[in-house]
């Protein structure tokens, strides 16, 4: 062993791993920018093809590019049979992340040429994947319970036609706007894990496919993209509102995390946090929901005791997964496919960091610090103890 003194950066905080003009967070003021554009004006004013081809190609489209984008996305929603097949074969039998993961990774074998490593061919390729995953997630969704495919339809945007393929029915205006700004708010954000992972299995000059899929298995654990449908198990488990003061200071007491809270980057609150919960209040205004009222109020007195309790000495605040929870449930999604959706909202941003990092690519290969012993006898098998 050397004594070689090293620095380790555990989990890699506070390393820069490349230049990027996607997406800005300033996480001390709690602020973010896809492409310079505040985020709570895109959650606002656009919608998700919009912010997609933003991602992907760096500006906003003009009328002309957004049909031609917005067409081409159409065009490649449906699934082929073997898709449909793999769904059938596994949905039920693991979680619907896995089962996408898998759909994903079999959508590599349609790729005429993997070779064309163009630009424009990986442009292609992430024009199909956003435009496949809902179809694929809403029918795993129906498979799970039960129900026969919705097909797409050309007529609705992106999200709503995601809600239509899950619930067989068009969404109405307000469910439309809810479910396409939870895609406008996933969509990107900079090098977190799932990205970063995407990121490495891409240095290696892996194809796109590969790449995502790693990232669609890294969003898949509770602090990460699971944390959405942990918090609203967690909100479920509470069942009362009254019950929510003791659960939260007894999770808290146990060491145990409270899903939903807290960000490697965020020492404020969330941006997207905040949004969720300005369209979940005036949403509030309108149902009479009793389950989504009680899972809202529950949801705010937690927020509360955590802010009293850690907000301002530990800068733990709520993340985009913190309010996710209700606000599906308010649009009759199953918890179990909070995941996916984030997936599917997050291929803009994945592939979009991929290609540019393509465009000076250098292998990801850190170092670790080996501590163990060296030069250990090898003793034969029928000698050992
Ligand atoms: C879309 C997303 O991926 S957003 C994140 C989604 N994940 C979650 O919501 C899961 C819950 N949150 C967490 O586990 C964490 O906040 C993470 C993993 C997201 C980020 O954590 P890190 O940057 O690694 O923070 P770290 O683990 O160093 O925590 C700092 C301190 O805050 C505490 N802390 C962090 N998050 C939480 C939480 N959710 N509940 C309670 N305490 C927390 C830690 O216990 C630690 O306390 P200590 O200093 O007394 O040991
Ligand atoms: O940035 C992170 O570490 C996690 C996160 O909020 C995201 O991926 O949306």
Redesign the pocket.
Known sequence: MTDEKVTISK?L?GIFIADTTLCKIDGTNGKLWYRGYPIEVLADKSNYEEVAFLLLYGHLPNRHEMDVFDARLKDEREVSSEIKEIIKMYSGKAHPNDVLRTCVSALSTYDDDMSDRSKEANLERAVKLIAKLPTIIAMIGRTMRGKGFVEPDRSLSHSSNFLYMLTGKRPDKESAKLIDLMFILHAEHGS?ASTFSTLVTGSTLADTYSAVVAGIATLRG????G?DEA?LNMMKAIGEPDNTEKYIEDA?AGKQ????????VYKAYDPRAKVVYKYLQSFMKTTTDPQIEKLLEIAIRAEKLMEEK?SKT?G?WP???FFSGPLYTAMDIPSDLFTPIFAASRMAGWTAHLFEYWENNRLFRPLDNYVGKLDVEYVPIDKRQ
């Open positions: 989990g905080e977190n509770p602090l990460h993209g944390a918090a808290l995390r409270i899903m939903g809270f807290g960000h490697r850690l530990k733990i993340n985009i997964d």
